[in-house]
Structure formats: C-alpha cells, structure tokens
C-alpha cells in the first residue's frame, strides 16, 4: 500500500523530470480550482520550467486578487495553435472534469493529478491524492514544502484562499489541527484572513443578491423536514444578471434550515439538462448520492449533472436523499 509521502516524492519527480507543462483545474473553478492552479504555477515559475495555466473559461471576479491570476488562459477566448505532453491537473475529481481543455492535451500525455475528493478515480499516470486533506490547496502546501524554495506573501495568499474557502472559513469537519498548522504559517506570511474572509465568504456583488433572492423564493421541503432544495432556472439568471460564479453559496441556505440533513440547488442547464448540488449535515453520503448519478464530490458536498426536466430530475434526487435518510 502506497504512503502519501511517497506519492509527494514521486509527484517532485514527476515536475522535476517534465517541463512545458500545461495546468489546469476543473470548469466552473471555485476558490480551491483557482488557487490550486496558480500555486502550481508558482511552484513551476521558482523552478524555471515552462508551462501555460488554463481553464475551460474565465475565472470568478472575486479571485483576481491572487499574484498571476491574469496569466490563466480563458480557452473560450482563445484559439488552440498546439497541445501538451505533459500536463497537470488540479482539483479535479475525475478527467472529464477538465472540460474541452482536454482538446490541448496529446493523446497518451504525461499527467499528475492532484486532488482531495474522495471520489477521484485516479486518472492520471501520476496520483497526488489524499481525500482526507480539507482542500487540494492543502496538498500544494506539502508539495511546496518539499521543494525547499523559501515562501512568499504570494503563495501563501493562494494557498490560504483554496483553504479557507473550501472549508467555509475553517467552519466544516475537514478542519484538522494540520488544517489550522498552516494557515497559523501562512498568516505569519502576511496574508490578510479577516479582509480574505469578508471579500470571499461575507460580500455579496447585486447580481448575487437578486439570484439569491429569486432561488428563496422556489423554496420546498420534504414532509418530515429533513430534505430542503431551491431552484434557479436560466431565466432568473437573465433576470438577476448573474453568472454561473454568483451561485456559489446558494445551496447552504436550505441546507442551515433547522432540522434540514441535506440542502439541493438544482440549477436549470437548459430544458433536458440540470445539475444538483448537495450538502449534508453528516447523515446523508451525498457523494455516494452524486455517483450513483454520474458525479461526485465529498461525504458532505458533492454535485452531479441529470439529463431530464426541472420536475424529473428534482423527483429522482430528492426521492434517492429520501432513500438515504
């Protein structure tokens, strides 16, 4: 049985043997995705390799603050004029994950694969997963530590954003004495917590008030009051002039309701199509739930995409939690 020490070793040789480098985190990025993706650089940068940051599509307004976060290619906005034989993936539960960036890659390329979720399915030809770490931010910081390349304000602001958004200011289960180690290291570097904290997890642009306001308003709860779920449908996106990044928080607003085990947002793709995110209080796996769906995540947060309507996708998730509980 492989340690996760030397799955961080064989990961130092897998970037000290390679260059020209392609990173790159799952669609959609949250805090984690984005700051994972420009902590390796980072980590390539004081290494003087070659590599190139890149997401399916732009990265959330709110984390432009971090050094370098204006050198990830928005592939949308950009034209393809070669691919990758080595690249990196981060913060991504499983490959598909990566979006149509895998069009960059070659067929058969050199990947590490550097994820937290319990449900990765190691995918790579080089695995740097540990499902027990709060954040793949978390597992940058043991890679970084192994370099021995000193540290600065700018990877400790990245790494201490992955951190304390994925586990909502240090407030989940995942938040382990290690967890509270390195961000007491990371804030003795200079990063600001209190001003992170409020940009990141208390401030609300409009277009995230209105949408917020609009999925209360879909409200519903299981007969015994154990299940809660919004909804927010493209209209109302249209309507609060949101973006897919202004929904981020939605669903543990059902799910704080007193006596509530699991929160849903299903989120309206298009009239075949709509995705579920879930959070659990601790009774339900909502990872397990994800799966049996096509998706994945974490025992208390996880997410999958259902072809079908509003009403039968919604009938089919709430009807499996039910199961569940």
Same mark, same amino acid.
């Given at each position: 049985?492989?340690?996760?020490?030397?799955?961080?070793?064989?990961?130092?040789?897998?970037?000290?043997?390679?260059?020209?480098?392609?990173?790159?985190?799952?669609?959609?990025?949250? /805090?984690?995705?984005?700051?994972?993706?420009?902590?390796?650089?980072?980590?390539?940068?004081?290494?003087?390799?070659?590599?190139?940051?890149?997401?399916?599509?732009?990265?959330?307004?709110?984390?432009?603050?971090?050094?370098?976060?204006?050198?990830?290619?928005?592939?949308?906005?950009?034209?393809?004029?070669?691919?990758? /034989?080595?690249?990196?993936?981060?913060?991504?539960?499983?490959?598909?994950?990566?979006?149509?960036?895998?069009?960059?890659?070659?067929?058969?390329?050199?990947?590490?694969?550097?994820?937290?979720?319990?449900?990765?399915?190691?995918?790579?030809?080089?695995?740097?997963?540990?499902?027990?770490?709060?954040?793949?931010? @978390?597992?940058?910081?043991?890679?970084?530590?192994?370099?021995?390349?000193?540290?600065?304000?700018?990877?400790?602001?990245?790494?201490?954003?992955?951190?304390?958004?994925?586990?909502? /200011?240090?407030?989940?289960?995942?938040?382990?004495?290690?967890?509270?180690?390195?961000?007491?290291?990371?804030?003795?570097?200079?990063?600001?917590?209190?001003?992170?904290?409020?940009?990141?997890?208390?401030?609300?642009?409009?277009?995230?008030?209105?949408?917020?306001?609009?999925?209360?308003?879909?409200?519903?709860?299981? @007969?015994?009051?154990?299940?809660?779920?919004?909804?927010?449908?493209?209209?109302?996106?249209?309507?609060?002039?949101?973006?897919?990044?202004?929904?981020?928080?939605?669903?543990?607003?059902?799910?704080?309701?007193?006596?509530?085990?699991?929160?849903?947002?299903?989120?309206?793709?298009? @009239?075949?199509?709509?995705?579920?995110?879930?959070?659990?209080?601790?009774?339900?796996?909502?990872?397990?739930?994800?799966?049996?769906?096509?998706?994945?995540?974490?025992?208390?947060?996880?997410?999958?995409?259902?072809?079908?309507?509003?009403? @039968?996708?919604?009938?089919?998730?709430?009807?499996?939690?039910?199961?569940?509980?």
């Amino acid at each position: 049985m492989r340690t996760y020490e030397q799955d961080l070793l064989d990961a130092r040789t897998f970037i000290e043997k390679h260059d020209d480098f392609l990173v790159v985190a799952h669609v959609q990025p949250d /805090g984690d995705a984005v700051s994972s993706t420009l902590a390796v650089g980072w980590l390539l940068s004081r290494l003087g390799k070659t590599f190139t940051l890149i997401n399916e599509g732009p990265i959330p307004q709110r984390m432009t603050y971090m050094h370098g976060a204006g050198t990830i290619v928005d592939m949308s906005l950009t034209e393809r004029t070669r691919t990758y /034989g080595s690249v990196i993936c981060v913060d991504c539960a499983d490959f598909k994950r990566v979006g149509l960036v895998s069009e960059w890659m070659e067929e058969g390329a050199n990947m590490l694969n550097i994820d937290h979720h319990p449900t990765n399915d190691r995918y790579g030809t080089q695995n740097l997963i540990k499902a027990d770490a709060a954040a793949t931010a @978390e597992i940058l910081y043991d890679l970084v530590a192994l370099f021995d390349l000193g540290w600065d304000r700018n990877i400790a602001e990245m790494l201490y954003t992955g951190i304390l958004t994925d586990t909502g /200011g240090f407030r989940y289960s995942s938040t382990s004495p290690k967890v509270m180690q390195i961000a007491s290291h990371l804030l003795e570097l200079g990063v600001n917590g209190p001003d992170l904290a409020d940009s990141l997890l208390e401030q609300l642009t409009k277009p995230q008030f209105d949408v917020l306001t609009l999925a209360l308003g879909t409200l519903q709860m299981s @007969e015994n009051g154990q299940v809660a779920w919004v909804h927010v449908t493209p209209e109302h996106m249209i309507q609060a002039g949101a973006a897919n990044e202004d929904l981020e928080g939605i669903v543990n607003y059902p799910r704080n309701i007193q006596g509530v085990e699991v929160g849903v947002l299903f989120k309206v793709i298009d @009239e075949n199509a709509v995705k579920a995110s879930m959070r659990s209080a601790g009774k339900v796996d909502v990872a397990a739930v994800a799966a049996e769906f096509g998706g994945g995540g974490h025992v208390r947060a996880a997410g999958c995409r259902l072809e079908g309507t509003l009403e @039968e996708v919604t009938k089919l998730v709430i009807e499996r939690i039910k199961q569940s509980l």
